[in-house]
């Protein structure tokens, strides 16, 4: 049987966990100091937070002539009769989303290519062909690495029987 470990006994103010054996330092309960003067503890994250930084983010009443947008808590104009969308010019659409006027796009419009585009695809092309072409040949040298007494012994049939078939 082998002898057991003897521990040694924990510090003051540590106790020793039943799992890992080792010391650890006991939590005392933590308290909760209060807040300085000027700040609140939030319910939400327990942390304690500025009052006046809270009172700046408290919306302020719109000014006359305005409303609050609830979807944006933004202040918006209250339409008027002068906010009448104007017409587009011509050649121009308005936008049923932003109301605003865009340019109509046409559908026939030719598109005209870049010669720099065309060089791109040729570079690019050329460029697989090469790396293609590489990994083939290493592919084939490999091959006949591997199969090299298996091509020897039937290069060395062949000439024989060509010597064997001219009669010499």
Request: aromatic share 8%; with cysteine.
């Amino acid at each position: 049987m082998p002898p057991r470990h003897v521990e040694s006994p924990c510090p003051v103010g540590q106790y020793r966990h039943p799992e890992t054996r080792r010391c650890r330092k006991i939590e005392a309960a933590k308290t909760i100091t209060p807040c300085k003067d000027g700040y609140y503890r939030s319910e939400e994250t327990g942390r304690c937070r500025s009052i006046a930084s809270v009172a700046a983010k408290t919306l302020k009443p719109c000014p006359e002539g305005q409303f609050r947008n609830s979807a944006t808590g933004r202040c918006k104009k209250i339409a008027s009769t002068d906010d009448i969308a104007k017409e587009c010019p011509e050649g121009f659409e308005r936008n049923p989303q932003t109301k605003r006027c865009r340019k109509i796009k046409s559908a026939n419009m030719p598109t005209v290519g870049s010669a720099a585009a065309e060089v791109k695809q040729v570079a690019g092309a050329t460029w697989g062909w090469w790396v293609f072409g590489g990994v083939s040949l290493l592919a084939v040298g490999y091959g006949v690495w591997q199969w090299r007494w298996e091509i020897s012994q039937f290069v060395r049939k062949i000439r024989e029987s060509i010597k064997s078939a001219s009669g010499k």
